[in-house]
């Protein structure tokens, strides 16, 4: 079956621009996670989204960044005014049940450069 | 901010020889995951234990969990090349559980043919 796509696989920006990042999980799963992952580095988390609402957004770096999941399916997430300390490899991922207990599929992820 | 800690950061071994990463962690726990990465780009999920087990195995794959000391170990054995990755240790957080993984920073595995 298909696993968790995202789009585009690579963004290029300026610094100060605006950018979108998507993220189709896999259908059915009612959970949601971004992750961002800095060369050399594990995973950061950034938000996790329990069907629309955001269950915890706590690793968010700043008001500059945002997530939505309208319809509990598709996610995007949103970056304003971009900093070249943004760029990094955005990871999204899903899993059918809550709290943990279950692995999270990922997708191949977005890698973002901000010249 | 990351909670696991991993050793050896990079690990160079042949073929058939075994593997052995550790990681360390610094909160309670749900349950302890490792997972494989290739190339920089998505995580494959390995291995799950929970907090109340203390070892797992998957294939060639072995896990442990001491919860006293806060570590885990993950052992493949009679490695492959196809076996070269990043592996990562994440946790669950045991309060407030909300579904996040807490990644550590990863081992290079490197298995020459």
């Known amino acids: 079956g298909a696993g968790v796509s995202q789009t585009p696989s690579n963004k290029v920006t300026e610094k100060g621009k605006y950018v979108e990042l998507r993220c189709d999980p896999i259908?059915?799963?009612?959970?949601l996670y971004w992750y961002r992952q800095s060369l050399g580095q594990g995973p950061e988390f950034l938000i996790y989204?329990?069907?629309?609402?955001?269950?915890?957004d706590s690793g968010l770096p700043n008001d500059r960044f945002f997530a939505v999941r309208p319809e509990g399916s598709v996610s995007t997430l949103k970056i304003q005014r971009t900093e070249r300390g943004d760029s990094a490899v955005y990871l999204c991922?899903?899993?059918?049940?809550?709290?943990?207990?279950?692995?999270?599929?990922f997708g191949p992820g977005t890698r973002l450069t901000v010249l | 901010s990351q909670q696991g800690e991993e050793d050896p950061q990079a690990l160079s071994i042949q073929e058939g020889e075994n593997a052995t990463m550790n990681c360390s962690y610094k909160?309670?726990?749900?349950?302890l995951q490792w997972y494989r990465q290739n190339s920089g780009r998505g995580l494959v999920h390995l291995i799950l234990?929970?907090?109340?087990?203390r070892e797992k195995h998957s294939g060639r794959l072995r896990v442990t969990l001491d919860t006293s000391k806060k570590s885990s170990s993950l052992l493949i054995t009679a490695s492959r090349a196809a076996d070269t990755a990043s592996y990562f240790c994440?946790?669950?957080?045991?309060?407030?559980?909300?579904?996040?993984?807490?990644f550590g920073q990863g081992t290079t595995l490197q298995v020459k043919p």
């Open positions: 991922a899903s899993s059918p049940l809550v709290a943990g207990t279950d692995e999270q599929f």
């Open positions: 259908s059915g799963h009612t959970a």
């Open positions: 989204f329990q069907g629309t609402g955001a269950a915890d």
């Open positions: 909160t309670s726990i749900n349950n």
């Open positions: 234990i929970r907090s109340n087990e």
């Open positions: 994440a946790t669950a957080p045991g309060s407030g559980n909300t579904g996040k993984l807490i």
